[in-house]
Structure formats: structure tokens, C-alpha cells
């Protein structure tokens, strides 16, 4: 049985830092193409960031480059999504995906975390 967890959300000032982090059981994030999305109630959801299977960035929504980074810890089978220069705006719950082996515009992943709440206050 597949998992992905997502922990490290939680309420920042404008302008802070937050490290996400999310932990797989039953696959190999190497193997596949893993990214961020987020999304708030009554909005659609957007992609933030990714990586390949072979650890290309992917980029995501324009809003966060320069400011946003996807890494992953292989040996931990980990991936992160450090947040910079943090925005009211960035506030949304953060899920964590898996899937596929090459990165498409309709990036539609199979796996997908709980999600966790990140709020951004002004």
C-alpha cells in the first residue's frame, strides 16, 4: 500500500520560511515524477513544483519561482518543498504527489498525501 505523507505546514509572518516535507511508503519517489500542488477551498487546484524521476526541476506555478524549491533525500525516500519569502497569498493546503515516469502539462499523479495546511499571516 502506497503512502505519502506530508508534514512541516503551519502558520508563518509574510516574509518567513517553512521546510515541507513528505515521507513515502510503497514506492521509490526516484522512479517517478513527484511535485506540489496546493489548493484552497473553492479554488482549483495548481502545481508548484516537481522533479523528474531523474531529478530535473519541474517548474510549476510563476508565482513561486525564485522563491519556492523541490529536493529529495533518496536515501530517506523523502521529498521537500522549501518555502522562502512567504506570501498571504501562499496560503492554501500543500499535497505531495507521485506518478508516472515523464513530466506532461496534465501532469496527473496517482499518489497523492493528505495534505497539509500552510498559512501565511500578514
Do not use: H
Amino acid at each position: 500500500q502506497v503512502r505519502l505523507v506530508e508534514s512541516g505546514g503551519g502558520l508563518v509572518q509574510t516574509g518567513g520560511s517553512l521546510r515541507l516535507s513528505c515521507a513515502a511508503s510503497g514506492l521509490t519517489f526516484s522512479n517517478y515524477v513527484v511535485g506540489w500542488f496546493r489548493q484552497a477551498p473553492g479554488k482549483e487546484r495548481e502545481f508548484v513544483a516537481g522533479l523528474s524521476w531523474d531529478g530535473s526541476p519541474i517548474e510549476g506555478t510563476n508565482s513561486v519561482k525564485g522563491r519556492f524549491t523541490v529536493s529529495m533525500d533518496n536515501a530517506k525516500n523523502t521529498v521537500y518543498l522549501q518555502m522562502n519569502s512567504l506570501k498571504s497569498e501562499d496560503t492554501d493546503v500543500y499535497y505531495c504527489t507521485a506518478g508516472g515516469r515523464d513530466w506532461t502539462p496534465d501532469y496527473d499523479p496517482t499518489y497523492w498525501g493528505r495534505g497539509t495546511q500552510v498559512t501565511v499571516s500578514s
